[in-house]
């Protein structure tokens, strides 16, 4: 009983502490080097939706989007592809500081119209796992025309299923389709081997990441909050959303500079 209220106690502490610190004006300043003066080993996955100028939470406005881009090129950080990741958590291939991914979910096509110049301005390779059924068959998400292209210049496209149903509540045999026909598409439309999955809503259990790895798939991101390290499931990476909020740039910021203080709290992590 006494640990317990020690406990409480410790965590009443921190959670007035926090709001002090993310309002300290060398926050932005100091970004890098607050993430090694507090020993982030990890690699930071940024998780973008749609980069328009929709007033929903899944759009980050093109111009938030830029300036994000821009933050981090100007502060030292890396910008890797998912095999340097897989390489690294695998093969312990040495990494750049500060290395970060930049992933999108779903295939919009405002990810070729918008974020695509933009990643192209910063030189910054990406992923996008598109949802294959979609692909040149619905308005607003990306054809196969401009996946094709977006992979001769450094986008990556990957899988996040082929209609985009959470495979948990899926029978055997459709969470099964849903894996290995959405590979075989990008794999055909893209002359690739499609290694690289997303899994839609972020819901996932042991079983479907053996389905993955028996697919052929390296690797696997959640929507879990968090950096990818080497405590992390291969099949069930950690990355950090990006949303719109009130001031985009801002929480951008406050989240890619207190990422440790988070995970050791166990904010956010769902
Ligand atoms: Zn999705």
């Not at 690699?43 to 881009?69: A, C, G, T, W």
């Not at 590979?183 to 819901?203: N, R, S, V």
């Not at 390296?218 to 099949?235: E, V």
Request: with cysteine; proline share 4%; charged share 20%.
């Amino acid at each position: 009983m006494k640990y317990s209220l020690i406990k409480k106690i410790i965590l009443f502490i921190f959670l007035c502490f926090i709001p002090i610190a993310l309002s300290s004006p060398h926050a932005l300043t100091e970004g890098s080097q607050e993430l090694e003066s507090m020993g982030q080993d990890g690699i930071i996955v940024l998780n973008y939706h749609k980069i328009d100028n929709m007033d929903i939470s899944l759009s980050v406005r093109p111009e938030d989007f830029d300036k994000q881009m821009a933050y981090l090129k100007n502060n030292n950080y890396h910008i890797i592809t998912p095999d340097d990741l897989y390489d690294n958590l695998e093969h312990g291939k040495e990494l750049p500081s500060n290395p970060v991914v930049i992933t999108f979910d779903d295939g919009y096509e405002d990810n070729y119209k918008n974020a695509y110049p933009i990643l192209k301005k910063y030189g910054f390779p990406a992923t996008i796992f598109v949802v294959s059924s979609f692909v040149s068959q619905y308005p607003n998400y990306l054809t196969w025309d401009q996946c094709r292209e977006l992979k001769a210049n450094g986008i990556s496209i990957q899988s996040h299923t082929v209609s985009h149903r959470s495979l948990t509540e899926l029978t055997n045999e459709q969470i099964k389709n849903e894996i290995t026909e959405s590979k075989k598409k990008i794999d055909a439309e893209l002359g690739q081997d499609t290694t690289y999955f997303a899994y839609p809503t972020g819901t996932y259990n042991l079983y479907v990441a053996q389905m993955l790895k028996d697919a052929g798939y390296r690797a696997a991101f959640t929507i879990k909050y968090g950096t990818a390290g080497s405590s992390s499931n291969i099949f069930a990476l950690e990355r950090i959303p990006v949303f719109h909020t009130e001031n985009t740039y801002n929480s951008f910021c406050k989240r890619l500079n207190y990422i440790p203080l988070f995970e050791k709290l166990g904010w956010i992590k769902s």
